[in-house]
């Protein structure tokens, strides 16, 4: 089975956002990319807003209930009760929780999920019992996923970033995939879902695939809008499909 891809728009909102200006159009960009095969959307607003707008949020439901049924909407934050209220407003398919500082430039670690477990538990509760799947932002420990599991969660997100920060280093790109690797054997044994995402590409995501064929989806946003400005997001889309193993028709 192949990996989904779900484009992740914080990047092109954050250009958006630079001007008073509705150009460049999340929503229209994000139907060029579930135009050209793209399996979802992915936002992440934060709470001063400076990417994704709370705003955006029902012209994106909106895209995907209207013209692209069968595609996805992921939406990641920090559990706040206004995140939780935004979410649960906008009905996505998927929540993907974060342990992020909104001073944060983005996210750069996954739950401690020990420490937190008393805190997650009646949130995924929540969420679910509102008929959206979890995910729980991840940090490549195998120690940490039983823990992961006892929330409730159906999923967690593996935090990819350490792999790839290692684009200029085969031999740490090969131990940070298998610490992925040996995340994901423990959480699949688990009755878990395995996502990633985090500064993936075209270049890395073959491997990280190779060594975890169950991966369901992958949220690719940094990468994808650096490849988009050289190849346009039809093409940049149809890239990162090959690199999570499409073939194209």
Request: with cysteine.
């Amino acid at each position: 089975m192949s990996v989904c891809l779900s484009v992740n728009l914080n990047a092109v909102a954050q250009l958006r956002n630079r001007r008073d200006l509705p150009w460049p159009s999340v929503v229209g960009l994000g139907r060029i990319c579930l135009e050209a095969g793209a399996h979802g959307l992915t936002v992440h607003p934060r709470p001063d807003q400076r990417h994704t707008r709370f705003s955006d949020l029902p012209d994106l439901r909106a895209l995907i209930d209207d013209e692209f049924p069968e595609a996805e909407f992921n939406v990641e934050g920090y559990p706040t009760e206004e995140f939780l209220a935004l979410v649960e407003a906008n009905q996505p398919e998927q929540v993907t929780l974060v342990p992020d500082d909104p001073s944060q430039a983005t996210s750069d670690h996954g739950w401690d999920f020990v420490a937190n477990h008393n805190f997650l538990t009646p949130i995924v509760a929540r969420l679910k019992k509102g008929g959206m799947r979890v995910s729980l932002f991840a940090d490549a420990d195998p120690s940490q996923v039983q823990a992961a599991k006892e929330t409730g969660a159906d999923r967690i997100e593996l935090y990819t970033g350490p792999y790839g920060g290692t684009h200029d280093d085969p031999v740490a790109a090969a131990a940070e995939i298998e610490r992925l690797g040996a995340t994901a054997d423990a959480a699949l044994a688990l009755g878990l879902g395995v996502n990633a995402g985090h500064d993936l590409t075209v270049a890395n995501l073959p491997p990280l695939v190779a060594r975890i064929p169950e991966l369901a989806e992958v949220s690719i946003g940094h990468g994808f809008t650096a490849d988009a400005l050289e190849f346009g997001m039809a093409e940049t889309t149809r890239r990162f499909l090959a690199a999570c193993g499409h073939v194209s028709a």
